[in-house]
Protein backbone atom coordinates (compact mmCIF):
# COMPACT_ATOMS: atom_id res chain seq x y z
CA UNK A 1 0.00 0.00 0.00
CA UNK A 2 1.98 3.05 -1.12
CA UNK A 3 1.39 6.54 -0.10
CA UNK A 4 0.11 9.67 -2.18
CA UNK A 5 3.80 11.01 -1.09
CA UNK A 6 5.59 7.72 -2.71
CA UNK A 7 3.05 8.10 -5.79
CA UNK A 8 4.73 11.77 -6.27
CA UNK A 9 8.56 10.27 -6.26
CA UNK A 10 7.19 7.89 -8.77
CA UNK A 11 6.16 10.35 -11.02
CA UNK A 12 9.52 12.44 -10.53
CA UNK A 13 11.75 8.79 -10.81
CA UNK A 14 9.87 8.01 -14.00
CA UNK A 15 9.52 11.82 -15.52
CA UNK A 16 13.34 11.66 -15.29
CA UNK A 17 13.91 8.25 -16.82
CA UNK A 18 11.54 10.06 -19.86
CA UNK A 19 13.89 13.09 -19.80
CA UNK A 20 17.18 11.43 -19.60
CA UNK A 21 15.84 9.05 -22.37
CA UNK A 22 15.52 11.33 -24.87
CA UNK A 23 11.30 10.53 -24.59
CA UNK A 24 10.32 13.94 -23.90
CA UNK A 25 12.24 17.39 -24.33
CA UNK A 26 12.00 21.15 -22.79
CA UNK A 27 8.56 21.00 -21.34
CA UNK A 28 7.22 18.04 -22.75
CA UNK A 29 4.86 14.84 -21.53
CA UNK A 30 2.66 14.69 -18.61
CA UNK A 31 2.38 11.63 -16.08
CA UNK A 32 -0.64 10.28 -13.75
CA UNK A 33 -1.55 7.91 -11.66
CA UNK A 34 -4.74 7.30 -10.28
CA UNK A 35 -5.19 7.24 -6.38
CA UNK A 36 -9.03 6.48 -5.66
CA UNK A 37 -12.03 6.39 -7.82
CA UNK A 38 -12.31 10.69 -6.77
CA UNK A 39 -8.60 11.92 -7.03
CA UNK A 40 -5.84 11.33 -9.73
CA UNK A 41 -2.64 12.53 -9.16
CA UNK A 42 -0.60 14.63 -12.08
CA UNK A 43 1.93 16.68 -13.55
CA UNK A 44 1.47 20.19 -13.85
CA UNK A 45 1.88 22.28 -17.33
CA UNK A 46 4.83 24.47 -17.73
CA UNK A 47 7.85 22.49 -16.19
CA UNK A 48 10.36 20.20 -17.50
CA UNK A 49 9.40 16.68 -16.39
CA UNK A 50 13.02 15.86 -15.62
CA UNK A 51 13.53 18.58 -13.42
CA UNK A 52 10.01 17.68 -11.18
CA UNK A 53 9.79 17.94 -7.30
CA UNK A 54 7.55 16.05 -5.58
CA UNK A 55 5.41 18.99 -4.71
CA UNK A 56 5.52 19.69 -8.25
CA UNK A 57 1.79 18.08 -9.07
CA UNK A 58 -2.07 18.42 -8.80
CA UNK A 59 -4.21 16.33 -7.30
CA UNK A 60 -7.86 16.56 -9.77
CA UNK A 61 -10.91 15.04 -9.21
CA UNK A 62 -12.82 12.55 -11.90
CA UNK A 63 -13.86 15.87 -14.09
CA UNK A 64 -10.60 17.43 -14.27
CA UNK A 65 -11.37 20.19 -11.75
CA UNK A 66 -8.13 20.89 -9.32
CA UNK A 67 -8.62 19.64 -5.67
CA UNK A 68 -5.25 20.91 -4.65
CA UNK A 69 -2.04 22.32 -5.44
CA UNK A 70 -0.79 25.52 -6.41
CA UNK A 71 -0.07 24.81 -10.64
CA UNK A 72 -2.06 24.69 -13.61
CA UNK A 73 -3.40 21.16 -14.78
CA UNK A 74 -1.89 19.56 -17.37
CA UNK A 75 -3.15 20.83 -20.94
CA UNK A 76 -3.59 17.01 -21.71
CA UNK A 77 -5.24 16.10 -18.87
CA UNK A 78 -8.78 15.42 -21.20
CA UNK A 79 -6.73 12.49 -22.79
CA UNK A 80 -5.65 10.94 -19.02
CA UNK A 81 -9.97 11.43 -17.84
CA UNK A 82 -11.09 9.61 -21.17
CA UNK A 83 -8.31 6.77 -20.55
CA UNK A 84 -9.35 6.37 -16.83
CA UNK A 85 -13.13 6.68 -18.02
CA UNK A 86 -12.90 3.76 -20.16
CA UNK A 87 -10.38 1.47 -18.94
CA UNK A 88 -11.68 0.80 -14.85
CA UNK A 89 -7.88 -1.40 -15.00
CA UNK A 90 -5.79 1.41 -16.07
CA UNK A 91 -4.05 3.22 -12.92
CA UNK A 92 -1.49 5.37 -14.54
CA UNK A 93 -0.94 6.88 -17.46
CA UNK A 94 2.32 8.02 -19.83
CA UNK A 95 2.10 10.75 -22.44
CA UNK A 96 5.65 11.16 -23.88
CA UNK A 97 7.38 12.21 -27.74
CA UNK A 98 9.96 9.31 -28.05
CA UNK A 99 11.66 10.04 -31.42
CA UNK A 100 11.57 7.42 -33.17
CA UNK A 101 7.99 6.36 -32.59
CA UNK A 102 6.68 9.38 -33.24
CA UNK A 103 8.39 9.40 -36.49
CA UNK A 104 6.55 6.75 -37.27
CA UNK A 105 2.92 8.31 -35.63
CA UNK A 106 4.39 11.97 -38.03
CA UNK A 107 4.82 9.65 -41.19
CA UNK A 108 1.16 8.27 -40.42
CA UNK A 109 2.15 4.45 -39.96
CA UNK A 110 1.18 2.58 -36.96
CA UNK A 111 3.32 0.00 -35.39
CA UNK A 112 0.71 -2.78 -35.39
CA UNK A 113 2.81 -5.58 -38.09
CA UNK A 114 3.16 -8.91 -36.16
CA UNK A 115 7.01 -8.90 -36.86
CA UNK A 116 8.12 -9.11 -33.07
CA UNK A 117 7.06 -11.47 -30.78
CA UNK A 118 7.94 -9.33 -27.08
CA UNK A 119 5.56 -6.94 -28.69
CA UNK A 120 2.67 -9.10 -29.26
CA UNK A 121 2.69 -10.51 -26.32
CA UNK A 122 3.29 -7.40 -23.94
CA UNK A 123 1.02 -4.75 -26.44
CA UNK A 124 -0.47 -6.77 -29.15
CA UNK A 125 -0.13 -4.00 -31.16
CA UNK A 126 0.09 -0.28 -31.39
CA UNK A 127 -2.21 1.40 -33.73
CA UNK A 128 -2.24 5.46 -34.61
CA UNK A 129 -5.32 7.52 -33.73
CA UNK A 130 -5.78 10.38 -36.50
CA UNK A 131 -4.99 13.92 -35.40
CA UNK A 132 -6.32 15.75 -32.71
CA UNK A 133 -5.27 18.78 -31.48
CA UNK A 134 -3.67 18.22 -28.40
CA UNK A 135 -5.17 19.79 -24.89
CA UNK A 136 -8.49 19.89 -27.07
CA UNK A 137 -11.88 17.39 -26.87
CA UNK A 138 -10.60 16.84 -30.85
CA UNK A 139 -7.72 14.75 -29.18
CA UNK A 140 -9.94 12.29 -27.12
CA UNK A 141 -11.92 12.03 -29.77
CA UNK A 142 -9.49 10.61 -31.84
CA UNK A 143 -8.47 8.16 -29.45
CA UNK A 144 -11.40 6.75 -27.73
CA UNK A 145 -12.16 3.61 -29.69
CA UNK A 146 -8.85 2.75 -29.82
CA UNK A 147 -8.11 2.73 -25.78
CA UNK A 148 -10.41 -0.22 -24.84
CA UNK A 149 -8.80 -2.54 -26.95
CA UNK A 150 -4.85 -0.92 -26.71
CA UNK A 151 -2.44 -0.08 -24.15
CA UNK A 152 -0.24 2.32 -26.15
CA UNK A 153 -1.62 4.50 -29.13
CA UNK A 154 0.33 6.35 -31.38
CA UNK A 155 -0.92 9.99 -31.99
CA UNK A 156 -0.61 10.92 -35.35
CA UNK A 157 1.67 14.69 -36.08
CA UNK A 158 1.93 14.32 -32.28
CA UNK A 159 3.52 11.54 -29.88
CA UNK A 160 2.56 8.51 -27.69
CA UNK A 161 0.45 7.54 -24.96
CA UNK A 162 0.78 4.61 -23.06
CA UNK A 163 -1.09 3.07 -19.78
CA UNK A 164 -0.89 0.07 -17.11
CA UNK A 165 -2.12 -0.84 -13.87
CA UNK A 166 0.41 1.01 -12.39
CA UNK A 167 3.29 3.38 -13.03
CA UNK A 168 5.97 1.39 -13.86
CA UNK A 169 4.16 -0.91 -16.44
CA UNK A 170 2.61 2.44 -18.53
CA UNK A 171 6.24 3.58 -18.48
CA UNK A 172 7.46 -0.06 -19.24
CA UNK A 173 4.91 0.37 -22.20
CA UNK A 174 6.38 2.97 -23.32
CA UNK A 175 9.75 2.29 -23.08
CA UNK A 176 8.77 -1.24 -25.80
CA UNK A 177 7.12 1.35 -28.28
CA UNK A 178 10.18 3.08 -28.66
CA UNK A 179 12.22 -0.10 -29.18
CA UNK A 180 9.45 -1.23 -31.58
CA UNK A 181 9.89 1.29 -33.34
CA UNK A 182 14.15 0.89 -33.82
CA UNK A 183 13.27 -1.98 -34.92
CA UNK A 184 10.67 -1.33 -37.15
CA UNK A 185 12.55 1.11 -38.74
CA UNK A 186 16.03 -1.24 -39.08
CA UNK A 187 13.23 -3.60 -41.21
CA UNK A 188 12.34 -0.55 -43.43
CA UNK A 189 15.70 0.27 -44.23
CA UNK A 190 17.15 -2.93 -44.68
CA UNK A 191 13.94 -3.01 -47.49
CA UNK A 192 12.57 -7.00 -45.72
CA UNK A 193 10.07 -7.75 -43.18
CA UNK A 194 9.39 -11.26 -42.23
CA UNK A 195 5.97 -11.67 -41.35
CA UNK A 196 5.73 -13.80 -37.80
CA UNK A 197 2.79 -16.50 -39.40
CA UNK A 198 -0.43 -16.74 -38.31
CA UNK A 199 -0.45 -19.68 -36.12
CA UNK A 200 2.40 -17.98 -33.99
CA UNK A 201 0.35 -14.91 -33.59
CA UNK A 202 -2.62 -16.57 -32.42
CA UNK A 203 -0.36 -18.60 -29.62
CA UNK A 204 1.14 -15.24 -28.40
CA UNK A 205 -2.00 -13.34 -28.71
CA UNK A 206 -3.13 -16.52 -26.10
CA UNK A 207 0.24 -15.53 -23.93
CA UNK A 208 -0.89 -11.88 -23.15
CA UNK A 209 -4.51 -13.05 -22.65
CA UNK A 210 -2.85 -15.03 -19.97
CA UNK A 211 -0.51 -11.84 -18.82
CA UNK A 212 -3.15 -9.77 -18.63
CA UNK A 213 -5.25 -11.76 -16.50
CA UNK A 214 -2.92 -12.56 -14.22
CA UNK A 215 -1.92 -8.63 -14.16
CA UNK A 216 -5.70 -7.32 -13.08
CA UNK A 217 -5.82 -9.91 -10.34
CA UNK A 218 -3.12 -8.92 -8.74
CA UNK A 219 -4.55 -4.80 -9.70
CA UNK A 220 -7.60 -6.20 -8.13
CA UNK A 221 -6.31 -7.52 -5.24
CA UNK A 222 -4.17 -4.61 -4.51
CA UNK A 223 -7.00 -1.88 -5.03
CA UNK A 224 -9.05 -3.81 -2.32
CA UNK A 225 -6.76 -3.90 -0.15
CA UNK A 226 -6.19 -0.18 -0.30
CA UNK A 227 -9.81 0.22 -0.13
CA UNK A 228 -11.16 1.62 -3.86
CA UNK A 229 -13.91 1.18 -4.53
CA UNK A 230 -13.92 0.60 -8.18
CA UNK A 231 -12.36 -2.90 -9.48
CA UNK A 232 -10.30 -3.63 -12.56
CA UNK A 233 -12.73 -5.28 -15.37
Not at 9 to 30: Q, W
Not at 69 to 95: C, F, K, Q, W
Request: proline content about 5%; charged content about 25%.
Amino acid sequence: MKSERQYREEIVRFGRMLYERGFIAAKDGNLSVRLDDDTILVTCAGLCKGTLSADDMVLVDPDGRRKSGDRAVSTEMGMHLLIYHERPDVHAIVHAHPPTATGFAVAGMALDKPILAEVIVTLGSVPLARYGTPGTPELADSLSPLVPHHDAILMANHGVVAYGHDLERAYMNMEIVEHAAKIALVTHQLGREQMLPEEAVRKLNAQRAEYNRAAQAAAAEAHRATGTSKRPQ
